[in-house]
């Protein structure tokens, strides 16, 4: 053998020889340090070997996930094996994490989900926050913001329990993320500027960046510019600051997306650049290839279309290689959840053997179950042949009911024509005769005529239009498309105003106008409102007292309410004419002075109008003696006083559905087209957008239906929201809003 391949052979085996011993060496390692942490473990007992394995798994995290997950692992199975209910909590916990961190998603999701049970059985408050934060971010990060929602909710409320405001901040913030991954910008928007106020607040410097950035993400999806700089210019300081050159490259490239949206294409040209800059120095493929596309768009905008390309072919190289990172993630992902899966099959079987034992106990329960429900199937629907033939019998009485409403709502209808042609057509027949009479005259020169004829056209024309302005002020009413704004007003400033207004119609017919009211009448009421209902009673007050009468007008408190009465000595009214006076579907009688008649509508505006506002109207009259009209008006919004201590105790709606459905029965047919066609619209269009103002519309138009039908669920609904709208309680609006759906459901099943 030549010498030089004999030094090759010996060089070979002394290399051998010692990777050898080096490999014996580091086993003999790894087995003594096995070895000393079973030693450790046997010593101890079930429940602090629990322990000590999940510190072990926390230890081993830094160096191996494989390693700390088969510590979490061990620890389950002792626990599960105890039947240690918080200890099998934590332990599931532990395990989801790396499941988390290793990006299986679904065992993590089903582990916490398990371990959120056991954290609210035995009341670990702070574990059941922490939960609910994390499964909520697994459903957002799994395109499932919607399932997240809930969760998100509840850790908010489990924080805010333990007065944990930092824990508040983040669970915000996690809600606002889930809001905006269902486009639901406003809302997800609220939540970011709540969750940075709370931050900013406390100091918490390195939670204020990602959540500006998240912010000016926001207003740009809005369209809303120039309130994202102002959030991205703030992230850029913060970051510069702090030395993180990554979220400085997001911010840059941020801003030059927003000043491109500007049309600011100096600007944006800037910070893209800058933004790239950093993108490139720190390897990060996400924001270069953001920045190369917005530089793409800017050239493109300046008509330097050979920059704008080669700034695109960069982008889809950046994606490709970001493609490419993810991929590799991925792989590395499902390797590891194949070989979890592999032991977990591994522990299956071992517990198959105890599933076969149960199996055959299993089958002899279910068989004694399988009987018991075919009784039970038999019993139900004998119930429900019972049930059904009850039903159809209230069916046919409600077909019968409905028939009946319907020849009403038509006969109210023909009445409700036949007023309106009564009411405008003879006064447009005299308009005309007038209008020939002037032609005439005019032919004939006689200007005295045409004078006269046309005085009484412009009579006839006001009458006219007040006709139609008492019709479409009570069209609006019966749509409920008047809406219903109640304050504290002065009524005595109000009454003093419309006797104003009216003074120069007194004295054109010499009527005398006294009043009798104390300085400050105050009530809680619609003012647009008390002002119409007062030019009513006053309008007709003037037109059914002759000349040189009188007319006196009075107000007081009269317990929890205000009274005020109109009174005059006019010609009065017949008994058999009072019951007419506040129906649309008959025609008013043929009384008035100075060949003055009305509508009938005023009278009929002003009970509506006065049952809004809480108040009810009465007339008093005697035939040619005068009329006293008088209404009342609460003194003030007692249903919505908010207590001291400053908690709003939350109706039992359920139980105020049931006593509406069991004292009511059976509810007209236009309360459900109500629902249907205004009030679920305007629920869904709220619980969309969180506004004040349509909130504070929806909770008083709730209200009014519940006292219009008799519900007094709807009644307590509509003020309860109306208080937590007016203390700012966003949190407790968000959960009482869905309790209207309910409410409505129920009721239409009934």
Not at 392 to 421: I, P
Not at 541 to 546: D, G, I, M
Not at 617 to 639: H, R
Not at 693 to 716: C, I, K, N, R, W
């Amino acid at each position: 053998m030549p010498p030089s391949r004999t030094i090759k052979l010996i060089a070979g085996l002394w290399l051998f020889l010692i990777s050898a011993g080096q490999q014996s060496l580091h086993a003999a390692e790894d087995f003594s340090t096995t070895d000393s942490i079973n030693r450790i473990l046997q010593a101890l007992p079930d429940s602090q070997k629990i322990i000590k394995l999940l510190d072990l798994s926390r230890q081993e995290q830094a160096g191996s996930i494989t390693g700390s997950l088969e510590f979490a692992r061990q620890a389950l199975t002792l626990a599960s094996s105890a039947e240690d209910t918080v200890m099998m909590a934590l332990a599931k916990l532990r395990v989801a994490e790396l499941y988390l961190q290793k990006g299986i998603y679904d065992k993590s999701l089903a582990l916490l989900l398990e371990a959120l049970d056991q954290f609210k059985q035995e009341g670990m408050e702070k574990e059941t926050g922490y939960c609910c934060e994390t499964i909520g971010k697994i459903y957002t990060a799994t395109g499932s913001p919607q399932q997240a929602i809930p969760y998100h909710s509840q850790a908010v409320s489990v924080s805010k329990k333990l007065n944990r405001i930092p824990d508040v901040a983040r669970n915000y913030a996690s809600m606002g993320s889930a809001l905006m991954s269902m486009d639901s910008i406003d809302k997800g928007l609220t939540y970011y500027l709540v969750s940075f106020m709370i931050i900013d607040s406390l100091k918490m410097e390195s939670e204020k960046n990602e959540l500006l950035i998240q912010i000016g993400d926001g207003y740009l999806k809005l369209g809303k510019y120039e309130k994202s700089l102002v959030n991205y210019y703030q992230a850029m300081e913060l970051a510069e600051k702090n030395g993180d050159l990554f979220l400085l490259a997001q911010a840059k490239s941020r801003i030059g997306i927003g000043y491109f949206r500007m049309n600011n294409l100096p600007a944006a040209l800037k910070y893209s650049r800058e933004s790239l800059i950093l993108a490139d120095s720190i390897k990060t493929y996400r924001i270069a290839g953001e920045s190369y596309l917005n530089l793409s768009g800017i050239y493109a905008a300046q008509q330097n279309y050979k920059k704008a390309l080669d700034c695109y072919i960069r982008y889809k190289e950046a994606s490709d290689s970001l493609l490419n990172e993810e991929k590799i993630t991925q792989i590395g992902e499902l390797q590891a959840k194949y070989d979890i899966t592999q032991k977990e099959k591994e522990n299956e079987a071992l517990k198959e053997q105890n599933l076969q034992k149960a199996a055959t106990i299993k089958r002899l329960v279910m068989a004694s179950v399988i009987i018991a429900l075919l009784l039970l199937l038999a019993l139900a629907q004998l119930m429900m042949v019972i049930r059904l033939n009850k039903k159809t019998r209230q069916l046919n009485l409600k077909l019968a009911e409905q028939g009946k409403e319907l020849e009403d709502l038509n006969d109210q209808k023909d009445k409700f024509f036949s007023f309106v042609a009564h009411n405008l057509k003879n006064p447009f027949s005299t308009i005309m005769g007038f209008s020939e009479l002037m032609v005439k005259s005019n032919d004939a020169k006689e200007y005295d005529k045409i004078d006269r004829y046309a005085k009484h056209i412009l009579g006839l024309s006001e009458h006219v239009n007040k006709v139609l302005e008492n019709l479409l002020e009570w069209s609006r009413l019966q749509r409920r498309s008047f809406t219903y704004t109640p304050e504290k007003i002065n009524v005595t400033g109000l009454i003093r105003d419309v006797l104003e207004m009216n003074q120069k119609e007194a004295a054109r017919k010499e009527i005398e106008i006294r009043y009798d009211l104390p300085d400050d009448l105050i009530a809680y009421a619609d003012k647009f409102m008390v002002t119409t209902i007062l030019q009513n009673l006053m309008s007709n007050a003037l037109n059914f007292t002759p000349s040189l009468g009188k007319i006196e007008v009075s107000g007081h408190l009269q317990g929890s309410q205000i009274q005020v009465s109109v009174t005059d000595n006019g010609i009065g009214i017949a008994p058999e004419d009072r019951a007419k006076l506040f129906r649309i579907d008959v025609h008013p009688a043929k009384i008035g002075t100075a060949a003055s008649n009305g509508s009938g509508l005023g009278l009929v505006i002003c009970k509506e109008m006065i049952e809004r506002c809480k108040g009810e109207i009465s007339i008093d009259s005697s035939l040619s003696k005068g009329t006293t009209v008088s209404f009342t008006l609460p003194v003030s919004n007692s249903d919505a006083t908010v207590p001291e201590s400053g908690e709003i105790p939350k109706p039992d709606f359920e139980q105020l559905v049931k006593e509406d459905i069991r004292n009511l029965g059976k509810l007209p047919e236009p309360f459900t087209r109500m629902c249907e066609l205004s009030l679920l619209p305007k629920y869904d269009e709220v619980s969309s957008v969180l506004s004040l103002d349509h909130l504070s519309d929806f909770a008083h138009e709730v209200e009014s239906t519940g006292q219009m039908y008799g519900l007094t669920s709807f009644v307590q609904y509509g003020r309860h929201l109306a208080l937590l709208i007016q203390t700012h309680q966003v949190d407790k609006i968000l959960r009482v809003l869905p309790e209207f759906k309910k409410m409505t459901d129920r009721i239409k099943e009934k």
